[in-house]
């Protein structure tokens, strides 16, 4: 402690401060102009330094602000700028173009293969930390910008038992879906179904946000690739009557939780070609009262909408 009081001693000396000064500001956020100040405490006050004996909780002057809190936490500096400190007015021109979030903006940026890229504010941020010439060329040129509205909101969503893969951005919480740390601003850059490619919570410049979005459309391939043959398993399997191998390789799609992709368009639409007829089967084993055939078929289906179903048909005939 004393040597940390020693070196704001030099730095307030350095200033032009006395340390009798420092003693009376809170923090030692005091600055260095003629008197007191609603911002903060000045050298040349008559009394040595505020009236009060200390400076207002804000801080100010030429000393250092007291970090704003955000849920009793100091706030780090936020990222992505395109460079400099925003003016107070803010020109249109440098104002990024944000498109509204909707199924409208997803497939117009689907039908031109134009990735997306999604702010998450940090609370109460002004319109000036994300701005600027570099960002609004972006925004126009080469990538559709939304933003999401602050949202500290986490509760576990009544979906998140679902198995089929759904739109995070298209959900009614984004900021839960995407895993946004509450209060850390953060930008991610997804392809044009709002998939995930990359993610940011420190600076990112525009020239270097521009390489990752250069990106996106060969990560999309390679992730489609991949998708690919677990779908092509899964109809060999389903092909041959092997459900359960089947829907092993379908599962492995949906975990991987994109959407959008032809690929994953696929496994949905044979994982419910799977379950239509898995349904047919427990109605015709419910008819029959068989209720080890519902057993095996629950533990076959394990993991699936219609292990569900079973389980439930089960509990009726019990």
Request: charged share 25%; proline share 5%; with cysteine.
């Amino acid at each position: 402690m004393r040597y940390v009081w020693h070196f704001l001693t030099a730095l307030v000396l350095m200033a032009g401060m006395s340390p009798a000064l420092l003693a009376q500001c809170s923090g030692g956020s005091c600055g260095t102009g003629g008197g007191c100040s609603s911002g903060g405490c000045g050298t040349g006050s008559s009394s040595g330094g505020c009236p009060t004996g200390g400076c207002p909780s804000a801080g100010g002057g030429g000393g250092v602000p007291a970090p704003k809190k955000m849920g009793g936490i100091a706030a780090k500096p936020q990222p992505v700028t395109s460079g400099g400190a925003a003016p107070a007015k803010l020109d249109p021109a440098k104002v990024p173009s944000w498109a509204p979030i909707s199924g409208t903006t997803l497939e117009n940026a689907a039908k031109e293969q134009l990735p997306v890229v999604v702010y998450f504010p940090a609370e109460n941020e002004s319109d000036a930390t994300f701005y600027g010439e570099d960002l609004a060329k972006l925004s126009k040129e080469k990538a559709v910008f939304v933003k999401v509205p602050f949202n500290a909101d986490r509760e576990k969503s009544v979906f998140d038992e679902a198995v089929v893969p759904t739109s995070k951005l298209l959900s009614d919480n984004p900021s839960r879906d995407y895993g946004i740390a509450v209060g850390k601003a953060t930008l991610i850059v997804c392809d044009w179904f709002g998939n995930e490619h990359n993610r940011f919570t420190a600076g990112i410049k525009a020239p270097e946000l521009a390489t990752f979005i250069d990106k996106v459309k060969a990560k999309a391939e390679d992730r489609n690739k991949k998708l690919q043959k677990n779908l092509d398993a899964a109809n060999t399997a389903w092909t041959k009557q092997d459900r359960k191998a089947a829907l092993a390789a379908i599962l492995k799609n949906f975990k991987d939780d994109v959407v959008g992709l032809d690929a994953q368009e696929g496994s949905i639409r044979l994982y419910h070609e799977i379950m239509d007829a898995a349904k047919s089967q427990i109605s015709e084993m419910v008819s029959k009262g068989d209720k080890d055939g519902l057993k095996n078929l629950s533990k076959e289906l394990k993991g699936t909408d219609a292990a569900k179903a079973a389980t439930e048909a089960l509990k009726k005939l019990s």
